[in-house]
């Protein structure tokens, strides 16, 4: 069963989240300060982590930078704050995606349910034989889907799972611009309702991780006005 942490300080809404999730099929764990929440993470590995960003004691920021290190669990955020500083640094922190209150439940469970596919099924439709792929030969930077692996010259390189799938996406079309509509689909699966600086944070993200220079990117390009593409050389 699937494994949810609910870090939430309204006694209300946690329990009410929990009784709605729990309805849903999943295994839910509550925490109502983020000191706590670092012990239930440490302790039963959940596989997605509901977080909001004003709590007693350490804020839900801090949380995510301090919980995204130790686990690969997609992080979202559902907090009443839509300022888009607000948003923009929980991304830059480590979240995943983006939930303001109020929301429907119907959309949240849809988010949750996408957040947790499983990494490989961005590259489901290639065949076994192209398990490996060669992302900048210059760096040596080589994806393995089959292990759901990046390395530079033998050496791992750490990929969230929003990350990975985002990779993924982005070599499917190598060489062809995808706009940020399109990446919302497919790695999100917001096909109605989406933030384009979902987007725009993780391709930041991800461009740390695999340029040589993420100021002046060469593999992963912004194609002013349209999108970004992956230039596979």
């Not at 309702?193 to 002046?216: A, M, N, T, W």
Request: proline residues 5%; charged residues 30%.
């Amino acid at each position: 069963m699937t494994r949810l942490l609910v870090l939430e300080d309204d006694v209300g809404l946690r329990r009410s989240l929990r009784l709605v999730l729990e309805d849903a099929g999943y295994d839910v764990d509550e925490a109502s300060r983020a000191e706590e929440a670092l012990e239930v993470v440490a302790a039963r590995a959940p596989d997605l982590i509901l977080v909001d960003l004003v709590l007693g004691g350490m804020d839900g920021f801090s949380f995510i930078q301090r919980v995204r290190p130790t686990t690969e669990a997609p992080i979202v955020v559902v907090s009443a704050r839509d300022g888009v500083q607000d948003v923009v640094a929980a991304l830059e922190a480590g979240a995943d995606d983006y939930v303001t209150k109020p929301f429907e439940v119907p959309e949240l469970k849809a988010r949750l349910k996408a957040l947790l596919r499983r990494p490989a099924m961005a590259g489901s439709e290639r065949s076994p034989d192209a398990d490996l792929e060669v992302v900048d030969p210059a760096s040596g930077l080589v994806l393995d889907r089959g292990a759901a692996l990046l390395t530079r010259a033998g050496a791992e390189v750490h990929l969230t799972h929003t990350e990975y799938r985002l990779l993924c996406v982005l070599l499917d079309h190598a060489g062809r611009v995808l706009s940020r509509e399109a990446l919302l689909e497919h790695v999100w699966d917001h096909s109605v309702h989406g933030d384009e600086r979902l987007v725009d944070v993780h391709v930041r993200r991800l461009r740390k991780k695999i340029e040589p220079e993420p100021s002046s990117p060469t593999v992963l390009v912004t194609v002013r006005g349209l999108g970004y593409r992956l230039d596979v050389r």
